[in-house]
């Protein structure tokens, strides 16, 4: 994963779904969710625990399958071991995905690898607030 390919993502993406996104503006799932809208991504935030609720003037799904239309990528706050079950979920709702991004701390080999076979980008263990002002200042 290069700086040219995060570069690349963060450029040509425009809808994004964050996964694991919380209510609670102290949670980084929650300030960088809403530092993407602020930078003029369309965000769709998804917590089946929290959906319903309205987080910075969006309503939070229960799922990546009630998203219509189709987000280009989605970024993962869920534990390591949790992203495969989110990949599967991402590939099957959305044949053309471009992106899945895993948060700072999240890999998953297995995912990466499953999610590239079908010819989607994937960064791991990076953080998009700390990309778009690092690659696109």
């Known amino acids: 994963m290069t700086d040219t390919l995060i570069k690349d993502v963060l450029t040509r993406t425009r809808r994004i779904a964050v996964v694991g996104v919380s209510p609670n503006p102290a949670r980084p799932s929650h300030y960088v969710a809403e530092y993407l809208a602020q930078k003029g991504y369309e965000v769709v935030p998804v917590n089946p625990v929290h959906a319903g609720k309205e987080v910075f003037g969006h309503t939070i799904v229960a799922t990546l399958a009630e998203i219509d239309?189709?987000?280009?990528?989605?970024?993962?706050?869920?534990?390591?071991e949790d992203v495969p079950a989110v990949v599967?979920?991402?590939?099957?709702?959305?044949?053309?995905?471009?992106?899945?991004?895993?948060?700072?701390?999240?890999?998953?080999?297995?995912?990466?690898a499953k999610a590239k076979a079908r010819g989607v980008d994937v960064i791991q263990d990076r953080c998009p607030k700390v990309e778009i002002p690092r690659l696109m200042s």
């Open 69 to 80: 239309p189709p987000v280009q990528m989605v970024d993962i706050f869920r534990r390591s």
């Open 88 to 112: 599967d979920e991402a590939l099957a709702a959305f044949p053309n995905l471009e992106t899945i991004w895993m948060q700072m701390g999240i890999t998953n080999a297995e995912a990466a």
